[in-house]
C-alpha cells in the first residue's frame, strides 16, 4: 500500500517538473502551489535539486565543447567594450553640446506651445461669443422692444431666441437666466396687450358718438351728392318738374303755419364750411391696440380666449348702448346722440370685421344687429308716442332716414326702420292733425265772418295769390269786396301747408311717386273730413255765433269747396301722379264741405226757431178781450219785421236755403201760434181775443205774401198759416154746418181743421160763454148759441169717436 502510493507520488513530481521546464515563468505559481498543496514537498526538492545538478552537468559538458569560441567571443567583446566606451565618450560630448544648443530651442518651444494653446483658447472664446453675442443683442433688442411697446415683435424676437439662438449656447448662466425670464415675459407682453385693449374699448365706447356723428356726415354728404347728381341729370334728360302756381317747395308760410319754425337740421352739417373734410372712423379710432393684442394672443396660441374677451365685452357695450335715455323724447339731441352712438358702435364693428380674421364673423355681427334693430325700434315707439311737435317728429324722420342709410351703406339690413318709420308717419299725420286742429280753430275764433273788403289792387292781388277766386266784376273798380270771409284764404293756405308737411315726412323714405301721392290724399282726407269739419261744426255749434255768421259760414264753405279741384291739382304738381291714376285717392273735400253747410244751414233753421221762441215769449194776449185793437199785436210786427231784415241778408245763399229757411221759419210760427191758442193754461177764449189773434195772422199772410224771400210759386209760403187761417175762419164766420158736412171729403173747404183742435178751441169758448154771462140763459139768442156749441161739441165727440175706431 506504501509503495503504491510512494510511486504515484513520485510520478506526480515528475510531471510537476517538467511542467515547470516548460511552462512560462510567469505561469509557475499554480503549479508550485499544487506541490505545496500535497504533504510530501520535501520528497519534491530532493527531485529538484537531482534534477538541477543534472542540467548543471549537462551545461558543463556544453560548456567545456565551446569554451574556444567562448575565449574567442571574450575578447572581441573586450575589444568591443573599449570602442563602446569611446563611442559613450563621444555621445556624452555630442550629447552635452546637443544639450547645450538645445536650452534655446526649448525655451521658444514651451513658449510657441504656451502660444498656441492661447490662441486655441481664444479661437473657442471667439466661436463662443459668436454663438452668444445674437442672443444678448436679440435680448437688448427685445428690451428696447418691450421699451417702446412693440409687444408683438417682441415676442417673435422672443421666439426666435428660444427656438433658435438659445439652443445653439452652452448652458452659460445668462442664457440660463434669459431661458427662465422668458415665460414671465411673455405673460407681462399678455398683460400690457390686455391693458391696452381695455382702453381701447374705453375709448371707443366714450367716442362712439364722435364715430357714428362722423359717419352719418359722410352718408349725409354722400346722399348730397347724389341729389345733386340726380338733378344734373334731369336737367340734362330736359325732365321738367311741375310747380304748383307761384309756389315752390321752399317758399316761405305765414306765422300761422305749425311748419313755420326753421327745421333744427339733422347735423347741423349747414353750418360747416362745406369744404371741411369730414375724417373717417379709421381717422378717429386707433384701432392698433386690437390688432397688437390680437396678433399678440395668436402668437401665444391664446386668440380664442381674446376672441371670447373681445366679444363678451362688446356685447356689454352694445346693451349700454342701446338703452335709451329716460328723456331722449325731449329733444332732437337725445336722439341724434342715441343713433350716434349707435352707429359708431357698428362701424367699428364693421371695420374691425374686415381688418382682422375671425375676431368677429358675419354670425356674431348678425346676432348683435338684431338685437339692436329690437331694442331701437322698441324704444323709438315709446320715446316717439311722447312726442307732440311735428317738428320734432319731422326732424326725428330725417335723423331715422340718416341712420338707416348710414348703416345700410356699412351692409346692415335696414328695411324694418322704413317699416317703423311708416309707423312714425301715422303718428306724425295725427300729430299733424292735432296741431292743424289749433291752427283752425285760431282762424275761426279771429274771423270776423264778413266779405273781405279791398281799397286796391294789391290788396286784391294778397287775396288772390291765396286762394283760386276768379270774379269778373271785381276785377273793375275799387273798393269792393270778395264774398267770402278771411277764414276762406287762410284755411286753404293752411291745408296747403298741411299738404308740405306731409310731403317733407315723404321724403327719402324709398317711396314711390304713387305711394307718396296716396299718402298724402289719406292724409288730406282725413284732415278735411275729421280735423276741419270738426272745426267749422264747433264753429257752428257756438252759442254766440248768429245768423249772419252763418250765412257766411255756409257762403265760405261753398267757396272752399269748389276750390278742392285746386286742391287736387295743386297735389298732383307736387307729386307727379295725374288724378286719373286707377289707384289714385279722391279728396273727400266736397262732401266735407256739404256736410258743414249743411250742419249750418240747419243751425240756421234753429237760430231762426229759437228767435221766433223768443218774440212769441213777448206775446200777451188778453184771451177775455170783448173786442180786437184794430191792427196786429206789437211783438209780432217785431216779429215781422226781424224776419224780413234777416231774410235779406240771405240773398248770398243758395236760393234752396233761403227759401228752405224761410219756409221752415213760417211753419215754426203757425205751429207755435197754434200751440198758444191751444195752451191748457189757456182756459177761456172770447171771440174779441180770437178775431184780434185772426190780425195777427193776417199779418203773417201778409209777410208770406210780400215774398220775402225770391224763388216761391205762387202762395207756397201762405201754405204755412193753412191751418191757423181754416181754423179761423171756421170758428169766426161759426160755419160748423159746413164743415160737419163735408169733412173727410178731399175737396172740404176745413180740410186742414182737425176735429180734435177744433172741439179744444170750442170748448174754451163754451166756457167763455157761461161764465162772462150771468144773464146769456135768459136771453134766447145766447140760449141758442149756447145750444149750437153743445150740439157742435157733441158731434165733434162723436166725430173723434168714429175716427179713433176707423183706426
Given at each position: 500500500?506504501?509503495?503504491?502510493?510512494?510511486?504515484?507520488?513520485?510520478?506526480?513530481?515528475?510531471?510537476?517538473?517538467?511542467?515547470?521546464?516548460?511552462?512560462?515563468?510567469?505561469?509557475?505559481?499554480?503549479?508550485?502551489?499544487?506541490?505545496?498543496?500535497?504533504?510530501?514537498?520535501?520528497?519534491?526538492?530532493?527531485?529538484?535539486?537531482?534534477?538541477?545538478?543534472?542540467?548543471?552537468?549537462?551545461?558543463?559538458?556544453?560548456?567545456?565543447?565551446?569554451?574556444?569560441?567562448?575565449?574567442?567571443?571574450?575578447?572581441?567583446?573586450?575589444?568591443?567594450?573599449?570602442?563602446?566606451?569611446?563611442?559613450?565618450?563621444?555621445?556624452?560630448?555630442?550629447?552635452?553640446?546637443?544639450?547645450?544648443?538645445?536650452?534655446?530651442?526649448?525655451?521658444?518651444?514651451?513658449?510657441?506651445?504656451?502660444?498656441?494653446?492661447?490662441?486655441?483658447?481664444?479661437?473657442?472664446?471667439?466661436?463662443?461669443?459668436?454663438?452668444?453675442?445674437?442672443?444678448?443683442?436679440?435680448?437688448?433688442?427685445?428690451?428696447?422692444?418691450?421699451?417702446?411697446?412693440?409687444?408683438?415683435?417682441?415676442?417673435?424676437?422672443?421666439?426666435?431666441?428660444?427656438?433658435?439662438?438659445?439652443?445653439?449656447?452652452?448652458?452659460?448662466?445668462?442664457?440660463?437666466?434669459?431661458?427662465?425670464?422668458?415665460?414671465?415675459?411673455?405673460?407681462?407682453?399678455?398683460?400690457?396687450?390686455?391693458?391696452?385693449?381695455?382702453?381701447?374699448?374705453?375709448?371707443?365706447?366714450?367716442?362712439?358718438?364722435?364715430?357714428?356723428?362722423?359717419?352719418?356726415?359722410?352718408?349725409?354728404?354722400?346722399?348730397?351728392?347724389?341729389?345733386?347728381?340726380?338733378?344734373?341729370?334731369?336737367?340734362?334728360?330736359?325732365?321738367?318738374?311741375?310747380?304748383?302756381?307761384?309756389?315752390?317747395?321752399?317758399?316761405?308760410?305765414?306765422?300761422?303755419?305749425?311748419?313755420?319754425?326753421?327745421?333744427?337740421?339733422?347735423?347741423?352739417?349747414?353750418?360747416?364750411?362745406?369744404?371741411?373734410?369730414?375724417?373717417?372712423?379709421?381717422?378717429?379710432?386707433?384701432?392698433?391696440?386690437?390688432?397688437?393684442?390680437?396678433?399678440?394672443?395668436?402668437?401665444?396660441?391664446?386668440?380664442?380666449?381674446?376672441?371670447?374677451?373681445?366679444?363678451?365685452?362688446?356685447k356689454k357695450q352694445a346693451r349700454l348702448v342701446l338703452q335709451p335715455p329716460s328723456n331722449m323724447h325731449e329733444t332732437l339731441d337725445g336722439y341724434r346722440r342715441y343713433f350716434n352712438q349707435i352707429v359708431g358702435f357698428f362701424v367699428v364693428e364693421d371695420h374691425i370685421l374686415h381688418t382682422t380674421q375671425r375676431l368677429v364673423n358675419r354670425a356674431y355681427i348678425d346676432q348683435l344687429w338684431e338685437l339692436a334693430v329690437s331694442k331701437t325700434m322698441s324704444a323709438l315707439r315709446t320715446h316717439s308716442s311722447y312726442c307732440s311737435d311735428p317738428n320734432l317728429v319731422l326732424d326725428l324722420k330725417n335723423l331715422l332716414v340718416l341712420f338707416a342709410?348710414?348703416?345700410?351703406?356699412?351692409?346692415?339690413?335696414?328695411?324694418?326702420?322704413?317699416?317703423?318709420?311708416?309707423?312714425?308717419?301715422?303718428?306724425?299725420?295725427?300729430?299733424?292733425?292735432?296741431?292743424?286742429?289749433?291752427?283752425?280753430?285760431?282762424?275761426?275764433?279771429?274771423?270776423?265772418?264778413?266779405?273781405?273788403?279791398?281799397?286796391?289792387?294789391?290788396?286784391?292781388?294778397?287775396?288772390?295769390?291765396?286762394?283760386?277766386?276768379?270774379?269778373?266784376?271785381?276785377?273793375?273798380?275799387?273798393?269792393?269786396?270778395?264774398?267770402?270771409?278771411?277764414?276762406?284764404?287762410?284755411?286753404?293756405?293752411?291745408?296747403?301747408?298741411?299738404?308740405?308737411?306731409?310731403?317733407?315726412?315723404?321724403?327719402?323714405?324709398?317711396?314711390?311717386?304713387?305711394?307718396?301721392?296716396?299718402?298724402?290724399?289719406?292724409?288730406?282726407?282725413?284732415?278735411?273730413?275729421?280735423?276741419?269739419?270738426?272745426?267749422?261744426?264747433?264753429?257752428?255749434?257756438?252759442?254766440?255765433?248768429?245768423?249772419?255768421?252763418?250765412?257766411?259760414?255756409?257762403?265760405?264753405?261753398?267757396?272752399?269747396?269748389?276750390?278742392?279741384?285746386?286742391?287736387?291739382?295743386?297735389?298732383?304738381?307736387?307729386?307727379?301722379?295725374?288724378?286719373?291714376?286707377?289707384?289714385?285717392?279722391?279728396?273727400?273735400?266736397?262732401?266735407?264741405?256739404?256736410?258743414?253747410?249743411?250742419?249750418?244751414?240747419?243751425?240756421?233753421?234753429?237760430?231762426?226757431?229759437?228767435?221766433?221762441?223768443?218774440?212769441?215769449?213777448?206775446?200777451?194776449?188778453?184771451?177775455?178781450?170783448?173786442?180786437?185793437?184794430?191792427?196786429?199785436?206789437?211783438?209780432?210786427?217785431?216779429?215781422?219785421?226781424?224776419?224780413?231784415?234777416?231774410?235779406?241778408?240771405?240773398?248770398?245763399?243758395?236760393?234752396?236755403?233761403?227759401?228752405?229757411?224761410?219756409?221752415?221759419?213760417?211753419?215754426?210760427?203757425?205751429?207755435?201760434?197754434?200751440?198758444?191758442?191751444?195752451?191748457?193754461?189757456?182756459?177761456?177764449?172770447?171771440?174779441?181775443?180770437?178775431?184780434?189773434?185772426?190780425?195777427?195772422?193776417?199779418?203773417?199772410?201778409?209777410?208770406?205774401?210780400?215774398?220775402?224771400?225770391?224763388?216761391?210759386?205762387?202762395?207756397?209760403?201762405?201754405?204755412?198759416?193753412?191751418?191757423?187761417?181754416?181754423?179761423?175762419?171756421?170758428?169766426?164766420?161759426?160755419?160748423?154746418?159746413?164743415?160737419?158736412?163735408?169733412?173727410?171729403?178731399?175737396?172740404?173747404?176745413?180740410?186742414?181743421?182737425?176735429?180734435?183742435?177744433?172741439?179744444?178751441?170750442?170748448?174754451?169758448?163754451?166756457?167763455?160763454?157761461?161764465?162772462?154771462?150771468?144773464?146769456?140763459?135768459?136771453?134766447?139768442?145766447?140760449?141758442?148759441?149756447?145750444?149750437?156749441?153743445?150740439?157742435?161739441?157733441?158731434?165733434?165727440?162723436?166725430?173723434?169717436?168714429?175716427?179713433?175706431?176707423?183706426?
Open positions: 500500500m506504501a509503495e503504491a502510493e510512494s510511486l504515484e507520488t513520485a510520478s506526480e513530481h515528475e510531471r510537476i517538473l517538467r511542467e515547470i521546464e516548460s511552462t512560462d515563468s510567469a505561469c509557475i505559481g499554480p503549479t508550485l502551489r499544487s506541490v505545496y498543496d500535497g504533504e510530501e514537498h520535501w520528497r519534491f526538492m530532493e527531485k529538484l535539486e537531482a534534477r538541477i545538478r543534472n542540467h548543471d552537468r549537462e551545461i558543463e559538458k556544453m560548456c567545456n565543447f565551446h569554451f574556444q569560441g567562448f575565449v574567442d567571443s571574450i575578447t572581441e567583446l573586450l575589444k568591443v567594450r573599449g570602442e563602446a566606451q569611446k563611442l559613450k565618450i563621444q555621445v556624452t560630448d555630442t550629447n552635452n553640446q546637443l544639450q547645450e544648443s538645445g536650452k534655446e530651442l526649448l525655451t521658444e518651444m514651451e513658449e510657441l506651445r504656451k502660444c498656441r494653446s492661447q490662441q486655441r483658447n481664444i479661437a473657442a472664446t471667439v466661436d463662443q461669443l459668436t454663438l452668444c453675442l445674437p442672443v444678448l443683442e436679440m435680448y437688448s433688442k427685445l428690451r428696447e422692444q418691450l421699451k417702446t411697446k412693440r409687444h408683438y415683435p417682441a415676442l417673435k424676437t422672443m421666439e426666435h431666441m428660444e427656438h433658435t439662438f438659445l439652443p445653439r449656447v452652452n448652458p452659460y448662466r445668462f442664457c440660463t437666466i434669459m431661458v427662465e425670464d422668458i415665460p414671465r415675459l411673455r405673460e407681462e407682453i399678455k398683460e400690457v396687450s390686455m391693458s391696452d385693449l381695455k382702453d381701447f374699448l374705453e375709448s371707443i365706447r366714450k367716442h362712439s358718438d364722435k364715430i357714428g356723428e362722423t359717419a352719418m356726415k359722410q352718408a349725409h354728404q354722400q346722399r348730397n351728392l347724389d341729389n345733386i347728381v340726380s338733378q344734373q341729370h334731369k336737367i340734362g334728360t330736359g325732365k321738367k318738374v311741375k310747380k304748383d302756381g307761384g309756389i315752390s317747395f321752399d317758399a316761405e308760410v305765414d306765422n300761422t303755419s305749425p311748419m313755420s319754425e326753421q327745421d333744427s337740421g339733422i347735423l347741423d352739417v349747414e353750418d360747416e364750411d362745406d369744404e371741411e373734410e369730414v375724417l373717417s372712423a379709421q381717422d378717429l379710432v386707433d384701432f392698433s391696440p386690437v390688432y397688437r393684442c390680437l396678433h399678440i394672443y395668436t402668437a401665444l396660441g391664446a386668440q380664442d380666449t381674446f376672441e371670447n374677451y373681445y366679444r363678451k365685452q362688446r342709410d348710414t348703416l345700410q351703406g356699412y351692409g346692415f339690413p335696414v328695411n324694418q326702420y322704413f317699416d317703423m318709420l311708416l309707423e312714425i308717419r301715422d303718428q306724425y299725420g295725427e300729430i299733424l292733425l292735432k296741431k292743424w286742429s289749433g291752427v283752425f280753430r285760431y282762424i275761426l275764433d279771429l274771423d270776423n265772418y264778413s266779405a273781405i273788403p279791398v281799397s286796391s289792387e294789391e290788396e286784391y292781388m294778397r287775396v288772390m295769390g291765396q286762394f283760386p277766386f276768379h270774379d269778373p266784376e271785381l276785377e273793375n273798380s275799387f273798393p269792393k269786396k270778395f264774398p267770402f270771409s278771411e277764414f276762406v284764404p287762410k284755411v286753404y293756405t293752411q291745408i296747403k301747408e298741411f299738404i308740405y308737411a306731409c310731403l317733407k315726412f315723404s321724403e327719402d323714405l324709398h317711396l314711390s311717386s304713387t305711394e307718396v301721392d296716396d299718402m298724402i290724399r289719406k292724409s288730406t282726407n282725413l284732415l278735411l273730413t275729421r280735423t276741419l269739419s270738426n272745426c267749422l261744426q264747433n264753429v257752428i255749434k257756438k252759442q254766440h255765433v248768429g245768423l249772419t255768421e252763418l250765412v257766411q259760414i255756409i257762403i265760405n264753405t261753398t267757396h272752399l269747396e269748389r276750390s278742392c279741384k285746386f286742391l287736387e291739382e295743386f297735389i298732383t304738381n307736387i307729386t307727379n301722379v295725374p288724378p286719373e291714376t286707377i289707384h289714385a285717392t279722391k279728396l273727400y273735400g266736397t262732401a266735407t264741405f256739404k256736410d258743414c253747410r249743411h250742419a249750418a244751414e240747419e243751425e240756421i233753421y234753429t237760430k231762426l226757431n229759437q228767435k221766433i221762441d223768443q218774440f212769441l215769449q213777448l206775446a200777451d194776449y188778453d184771451w177775455m178781450r170783448a173786442e180786437h185793437n184794430g191792427h196786429a199785436s206789437d211783438y209780432l210786427v217785431d216779429l215781422i219785421a226781424f224776419l224780413r231784415s234777416t231774410f235779406a241778408v240771405f240773398t248770398h245763399l243758395p236760393g234752396k236755403v233761403a227759401q228752405t229757411a224761410c219756409m221752415s221759419a213760417c211753419k215754426h210760427l203757425s205751429t207755435s201760434l197754434l200751440q198758444l191758442l191751444l195752451d191748457t193754461e189757456v182756459k177761456q177764449i172770447t171771440m174779441g181775443a180770437l178775431k184780434q189773434f185772426n190780425m195777427d195772422i193776417e199779418e203773417c199772410e201778409h209777410f208770406a205774401r210780400s215774398g220775402p224771400v225770391p224763388g216761391f210759386q205762387g202762395d207756397t209760403l201762405q201754405l204755412a198759416f193753412i191751418d191757423l187761417r181754416q181754423l179761423l175762419d171756421l170758428f169766426i164766420q161759426w160755419d160748423w154746418s159746413t164743415y160737419l158736412a163735408d169733412y173727410g171729403q178731399p175737396n172740404c173747404k176745413y180740410l186742414r181743421v182737425n176735429p180734435t183742435t177744433a172741439l179744444i178751441l170750442l170748448d174754451k169758448m163754451k166756457d167763455t160763454s157761461r161764465k162772462n154771462n150771468v144773464f146769456a140763459q135768459f136771453r134766447k139768442n145766447e140760449r141758442d148759441k149756447q145750444k149750437l156749441i153743445d150740439t157742435v161739441a157733441k158731434q165733434l165727440r162723436s166725430l173723434i169717436h168714429s175716427m179713433s175706431h176707423h183706426h
